[in-house]
């Protein structure tokens, strides 16, 4: 996406105060939403539109707070959310209609999106667990803590799942990565860090969290690679990876760092502004004190900027960017 994409549709949904961050697939957005007003049927919704238009396929009732982006199969369509405080919930729905097709409440805190792989949907929680559910109808396949140590940690991030192994960052307790075998949850390895507050992103060769201000890349068979320290005030956005690049975004300035853990190039935010980078096939998106700014992915150079509304995240494809705006509006782009 070499040119400065410009808007093709926008999209207000009906009652809606708020968005969380959308999933794209098979021209189709699941839109997870805050709708509070007389006619809402639930406080929380998730809706599912046209890509190419826009228009709404379907809405369905949540009845809990949703966490960031659904995760989404073939059949169906996967939200965490957040009952209570310390009470969380996964919902399965079915992609055609959005009918709700299973529930399962879990009695600890959950934050994490839902990680799917194969027929299995993923979700871990600040007790130390992780649960392994069948996509097509949430029976449990297992549920555990993670850890031969029996030491409590908390999983406040998204799992990551490769090659038959599960990938685990805690956050507090006893920090650090762990992998698990993905079909049973038996341990592989652990390696302590500081407390992880992004990953882990995983492919063939790297595993790489962020743990306060140092990344740290691991081999799939736990043997540390290397440590980058970004030095800077960090925030907890999520990591991104390509085959040349693990992309970190701090408080003033954006990080690529090299597959060799080297520095590749850097890009200066404005301050305390920076949100998660976004690779697409050409360029690195990053959303700054209402820009959104392309970079090329290659060294770091502007490609185009455009002007948003604030909200820092989007869904990025080869031809086209969503983004979410203030109350219910979301907006596709592309170049002409």
């Known amino acids: ?101 299973w529930l399962y409440d879990i009695d600890a805190r959950v934050t994490a999106s839902p990680m799917v792989d194969g027929g299995t949907v993923y979700l871990p929680d600040w007790s130390g667990s992780v649960h392994a559910l069948s996509v097509a109808d949430g029976s449990v396949q297992w549920s555990r803590q993670l850890g031969d140590d029996e030491s409590s940690r908390t999983f406040s991030k998204p799992v990551a799942v490769h090659d038959e192994a599960l990938f685990a960052g805690a956050r507090s307790g006893r920090t650090g990565v762990l992998a698990v075998d993905a079909a049973t949850g038996n341990e592989r390895w652990a390696r302590s860090t500081a407390p992880v507050i992004a990953g882990p992103v995983v492919d063939d060769d790297l595993v790489v969290v962020q743990a306060e201000s140092v990344l740290t890349a691991f081999e799939p068979n736990g043997t540390e690679r290397w440590t980058f320290n970004v030095v800077d005030d960090y925030w907890e956005t999520p990591l991104a990876m390509d085959d040349e690049h693990i992309y970190v975004s701090t408080v003033d300035t954006l990080y690529a760092i090299t597959r060799d853990g080297e520095r590749g190039w850097e890009y200066d935010l404005s301050e305390r502004s920076g949100g998660p980078p976004t690779v697409t096939s ?14 090329a992915r290659t060294d770091g150079e502007p490609r185009w900027s455009l002007e948003t509304d604030g909200n820092r995240d989007v869904v990025a494809v080869p031809d086209a960017v969503f983004m979410r705006e203030s109350g219910g509006r979301i907006t596709a782009r592309s170049p002409e």
């Open 282 to 295: 050409d360029e690195v998106l990053i959303s700054e004190d209402g820009t959104l700014t392309a970079l």
């Open 1 to 101: 996406m070499l040119a400065e994409p410009e808007a093709v549709w926008t999209t207000e949904l009906d009652d809606v105060r708020a968005t969380r961050t959308p999933s794209m697939v098979d021209e189709r957005l699941y839109v997870p939403a805050d709708a509070v007003s007389d006619r809402a049927r639930h406080r929380f919704q998730l809706h599912a539109l046209a890509t190419e238009t826009g228009e709404e396929r379907w809405r369905a009732s949540l009845r809990s707070d949703p966490n960031a982006s659904p995760a989404v199969t073939s059949e169906r369509v996967i939200v965490s959310a957040q009952r209570e405080l310390e009470a969380g919930r996964l919902v399965g729905f079915e992609r055609r209609d959005g009918d709700e097709r």
